[in-house]
């Protein structure tokens, strides 16, 4: 008797159904749309940067010539990039801004990333521990261990140490803040589009600081041909 009733009330309400028919097929659409979506950014690639892992060097120097005072400036970062997804992808390179004094004009910066003269170290009590690279190839037989190309594999993580350099003054000298400086860093890629990461690196004035992390550091960094900022 009930199953009757339920199945007269359905023909008498016809128009009723067919319209609770499409509102439940849109919202089980609208559900599939947002689970793929979710799905599809939970797989893209992501830019993580671990600040304590890298450091900010500073160093004031005064212009013989023009009497000038510059801060040269040495952001030295270890960036990994998770790739989540069954594709494959390529980083085309790294840029770079910093936190400045500029009013208008704060991580503006387009920083390219500079090659290592040496291979980065860390000392461990007697030892020491070589440190991966991004994109340096060195005359040595780590390049196929400890130097990664950019290439990024399906469902793999890549993390190695990447350099940049500026010398600047007035309102483009770098902000330093509780002894830290902010810094954006962009991964541009092929196909991925570009991943960002804003992290704050310690800031350092004691050249002991570059030398200990890689031999022939501090001599790279005061030559003039390996200033990719100037800006007053």
């Known amino acids: 008797m009930a199953m009757a009733s339920i199945i007269d009330w359905l023909e008498a309400h016809a128009v009723t159904v067919d319209l609770a028919k499409w509102v439940a097929v849109i919202v089980v659409a609208w559900f599939g749309g947002v689970f793929k979506f979710l799905r599809q950014f939970n797989q893209r690639p992501k830019l993580e940067v671990h600040g304590p892992a890298g450091f900010c060097y500073l160093e ?16 030295v970062l270890n960036p990994a990039i998770e790739n989540p997804s069954d594709r494959s992808f390529e980083i085309a390179r790294f840029l770079f801004g910093f936190d ?15 090659s ?57 000298t770098p902000r330093v803040s509780n002894d830290t400086v902010a810094v954006l860093l962009r991964a541009e890629t092929v196909g991925e589009g570009a991943l960002t990461r ?35």
Not at 107 to 114: A, K, N, T, Y
Not at 135 to 164: C, H, K, Q, W
């Open 60 to 75: 004031e120097r005064k212009d013989d010539g023009t009497g000038r005072t510059s801060t040269l400036a040495v952001f």
């Open 100 to 114: 400045c004094h500029h009013i208008f004009r704060r991580f503006r910066q387009q920083l390219f990333h500079v």
């Open 116 to 172: 290592f003269p040496n291979r980065p170290q860390k000392k461990f009590g007697a030892g020491t521990k070589i440190l991966p690279v991004f994109f340096t190839n060195f005359p040595d037989d780590l390049n196929d261990t400890m130097t990664v190309s950019g290439r990024i594999e399906a469902r793999s993580m890549a993390a190695a140490y990447v350099m940049f350099i500026s010398n600047t003054w007035g309102s483009w």
């Open 198 to 232: 804003k992290v704050k690196l310690r800031v350092h004035r004691d050249p002991s600081v570059i030398r200990d992390f890689c031999p022939d550091l501090y001599d790279h960094i005061t030559s003039s041909e390996m200033w990719n900022l100037e800006r007053c």
